[in-house]
């Protein structure tokens, strides 16, 4: 079975500081995939970022970081430099290599503020 | 390329009616995904694809029904709507099971009353 855990429902930044969504994860696959999504308000799922369990070095893409800390079973997303545009609902997902299945965390809202 | 394209957009349904919903993707991809979101959560899979002619139930199949006659379309159907399938539906579709690799289209919003 696999399960994603965001304990922050909510979150508020102040524009161009960093933060930190969390994201605990548990699965049963020994081979798996870490997901960050980015929906806003118009509703479209736009991906942002991918870890896999055997990548030895956290994932960059621009802005968006990835600190997988595998022992822990957490994927958190950093956000560097907040912009107003970056106001969305984050989703964390895990997908397993032998299920075939990506499966969502509840997402967390984040309202970056000028 | 259109990519994923969902219709209708947006759907009221009385309690009891039956639809389908449409997925249409030009991408060549084996693989198709339905999801519903419920207000204020995350995805859940309904059913997905690997490729024309095989389907598998997802997390939460029940009270749905799928086909994959072609690679293009993955429709979803509702048999007996009811109001706990007011959701949002999105159809997804990938070339490998490499998810990072998924796309998504833009949505249905569904309303039973």
């Known amino acids: 079975a696999q399960k994603i855990t965001q304990t922050q429902p909510g979150m508020f930044v102040q524009e161009k500081e960093a933060v930190t969504l969390d994201c605990t994860y548990d699965?049963?696959?020994?081979?798996?995939?870490l997901f960050w999504y980015k929906q806003p308000s118009s509703g479209e799922m736009i991906f942002l970022i991918y870890?896999?369990?055997?990548?030895?070095q956290n994932a960059t893409e621009g802005r968006y970081s990835l600190n997988f800390q595998k022992a822990r079973k957490s994927a958190n997303l950093v956000i560097s430099a907040s912009q107003l545009g970056d106001s969305a609902m984050y989703f964390c997902?895990?997908?397993?290599?032998?299920?075939?299945?990506?499966?969502f965390g509840t997402g967390t809202l984040l309202a970056v503020q000028p | 390329n259109a990519g994923v394209t969902q219709t209708p957009k947006f759907r009221i349904l009385k309690i009891g009616q039956s639809m389908t919903l449409q997925c249409t993707q030009d991408m060549n991809h084996n693989y198709m995904y339905w999801y519903r979101q419920d207000p204020g959560m995350g995805l859940k899979l309904i059913y997905y694809s690997v490729g024309a002619g095989i389907t598998d139930k997802g997390e939460v199949p029940n009270g749905y029904n799928v086909s994959r006659s072609t690679t293009e379309d993955f429709p979803l159907r509702l048999e007996l709507a009811a109001p706990s399938q007011t959701s949002v539906y999105f159809c997804a579709s990938s070339y490998s099971n490499r998810v990072e690799t998924q796309y998504f289209g833009p949505g249905t919003r569904l309303l039973v009353l």
């Open positions: 699965t049963s696959d020994p081979s798996y995939g």
């Open positions: 997902a895990v997908y397993g290599g032998a299920t075939n299945k990506l499966i």
């Open positions: 870890q896999g369990s055997y990548d030895q």
